[in-house]
């Protein structure tokens, strides 16, 4: 990956008249390094990880817009706020990248010329479910289920500048992630102290910075056995 595609997340945060021919740069459509080609789940990427990959998608969502000259019906401007057409775009993307390595079967790229039919379909039915167009965007009515509070009826919202919602949607992606990175951490690190604490109240140790144990002192790696509280 090329310097300026490094540096590219950051320069869309405030985007010009050419963010859009930005956004397509060929260097963004391919990871900046060598990897195994594996599945996304964006349900439990990391922070670091999920930035990567978000801009990635978007790199490969407008070349797939630009090649197949795809229509807002298949591929609307933001669909980077349904989840179902994320799922969806990071499924054909992985797909891709797949069917075009090095080592891949030469009749890859046609299997997923096949892939891209299929998916250009239910692209369609997503979209027409979600009820987003080129020029506005609501968030996809959901079902409510006996029992469960009545979900408010989605104003949709005039689409003006698609490049910089997704700058600011990854943003606050990437914050919600972060948060909660630091908050299991916090929970990992009380965890842990807890049962330090235990162990020396159990072998009739100080307490006093158990918290932060000196090298040398009792640690979490002390198996269930030795503890005998």
Same mark, same amino acid.
């Not at 996304?40 to 000259?69: H, K, P, S």
């Not at 057409?85 to 046609?110: I, K, Q, Y």
């Not at 698609?162 to 972060?178: K, L």
């Given at each position: ?13 405030? %985007? ?92 890859? %790229? ?120």
């Amino acid at each position: 990956m090329s310097d300026d595609a490094q540096l590219f997340p950051a320069s869309l945060a405030a %985007p010009g008249p050419s963010g859009v021919a930005a956004s397509s740069d060929a260097d963004l459509l391919l990871p900046a390094e060598p990897e195994p080609v594996v599945p996304i789940n964006w349900n439990t990427l990391d922070a670091d990880r999920a930035e990567q990959e978000w801009w990635q998608l978007d790199a490969f969502v407008y070349w797939l817009r630009d090649t197949f000259g795809l229509t807002p019906q298949e591929l609307p401007p933001m669909w980077h706020r349904h989840p179902e057409l994320v799922w969806e775009l990071s499924a054909l993307r992985t797909s891709w990248l797949a069917g075009h390595a090095e080592d891949a079967h030469p009749g890859a %790229p046609l299997m997923w010329l096949r892939d891209l039919g299929d998916c250009r379909r239910r692209l369609r039915d997503w979209v027409q479910r979600c009820g987003t167009t080129l020029t506005e965007d609501r968030p996809t009515r959901l079902t409510t289920w006996p029992g469960e509070e009545a979900a408010t009826s989605p104003t949709p919202a005039t689409v003006t500048d698609r490049a910089s919602d997704f700058a600011i949607f990854v943003a606050d992606d990437i914050d919600r992630r972060r948060r909660i990175e630091a908050e299991a951490q916090v929970e990992i690190e009380q965890a842990r102290a807890e049962r330090v604490a235990r162990l020396r109240r159990a072998w009739g140790l100080p307490t006093t910075g158990a918290e932060d144990p000196t090298p040398g002192s009792v640690t979490s790696d002390v198996t269930d056995e030795e503890d005998r509280s």
